[in-house]
């Protein structure tokens, strides 16, 4: 059984920093796609950072792009995300998710299995 748990989140002030890792295990697949996604109440889910089973490949978002950084621990089958210059507006529950399919970024809809997720609140 896949299984994704999510470690990391916090309250920091505004332009702090944390370190969100996601933990795997049971995978039974060996190209994939791990994805980090943010929501706030009464919005929708969206994707913040994505990352390629072999570390070779990484995307962010816009409003990320330069603050955040995705890497992955296969030792500890963990990927991180460690998010610096933190803004109120990244104030969010942030989700971990693994996709099987492999060779272009998926939508979150083609997302197999997802995490319990953990709140990150930036106080300004």
């Known amino acids: 059984e896949v299984q994704l748990v999510e470690s990391g989140g916090g309250l920091v002030q505004a332009g702090g920093s944390l370190r969100l890792s996601c933990a795997g295990s049971?995978?039974?697949?060996?190209?994939?796609?791990i994805g980090w996604f943010r929501q706030v109440p009464g919005k929708e889910r969206e994707g913040v950072s994505y990352?390629?089973?072999?570390?070779?490949?990484?995307y962010y978002a816009d409003s990320v792009k330069g603050r955040f950084t995705i890497f992955n621990d296969h030792a500890k089958n963990t990927v991180s995300l460690q998010m610096n210059s933190l803004k109120p507006e990244d104030t969010a529950v942030y989700y971990c998710?693994?996709?099987?399919?492999?060779?272009?970024?998926?939508?979150?809809?083609?997302?197999?299995?997802w995490g319990q997720g953990t709140q990150v609140t930036v106080s300004s």
């Open positions: 990352i390629s089973s072999s570390g070779g490949s990484t």
């Open positions: 049971g995978f039974t697949f060996d190209d994939y796609v």
């Open positions: 998710a693994v996709s099987r399919l492999y060779g272009f970024w998926p939508s979150m809809a083609e997302y197999d299995y």
